[in-house]
């Protein structure tokens, strides 16, 4: 909890709730094996799917709203999709990435690259 509430301020530009910010490494962790699965095109299509079900609906995920469980795994979906590309992703003060590369900051994440690329 922090002193303005439940929510955590980690990005001065996206703001997750408290309990947003705690399951989605999980979720977007969750959602990395299908994804990778899928060729590059595929994943283009898929982020570009996710982004635009994000963006209608991201009121829903941020203060609860009939698309909110969708919305929330599409989010997950299109940061995985992210994650897989050269360098990852940062959201939100969170990094996702599936394999070492220069300046990552979560140089610590190097047994999930090993177990991601295996
Ligand atoms: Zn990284």
Known sequence: MTPSG????????????????????????????????????????????????????????LYGGPHCTTTFAALARGLAAGALQPGGVTVAGHHFCASPHEDCPTPGAAALHARLNS
């Open 6 to 61: 439940n929510r955590v301020f980690k990005d001065p530009v996206v703001r997750l709730s408290a309990g947003l910010d705690a399951v989605l490494p999980v979720a977007v962790l969750t959602a990395l094996p299908q994804v990778a699965r899928l060729t590059p095109a595929e994943r283009r299509r898929l982020a570009k799917e996710c982004a635009d079900t994000v963006t209608a609906h991201g009121d829903d995920l």
